[in-house]
């Protein structure tokens, strides 16, 4: 059987750690950052967990992470 394939896109996106969990990126912070307070900016910064219900689907796009 052939090898299954990573998606590239969610290999750009979600980093497995070591407990299992995946880590990723937070959202609404990349444009329009003018008209955004700096208390929201500012609390969009570092990482988040991917909840619970997305686990499933990430990893079957990742399948040897």
Known sequence: MPKMKTKSGAAKRF????NG???RSQAFKR????KKTT???RQLRGVAN???TNVASI???MPYA
């Open 15 to 18: 980093k497995f750690r070591a």
């Open 50 to 52: 991917v909840d619970a």
């Open 31 to 34: 444009h329009i950052l003018t």
């Open 39 to 41: 208390k929201n900016k």
């Open 21 to 23: 969990s995946i880590k």
């Open 59 to 61: 990893r079957t796009m």
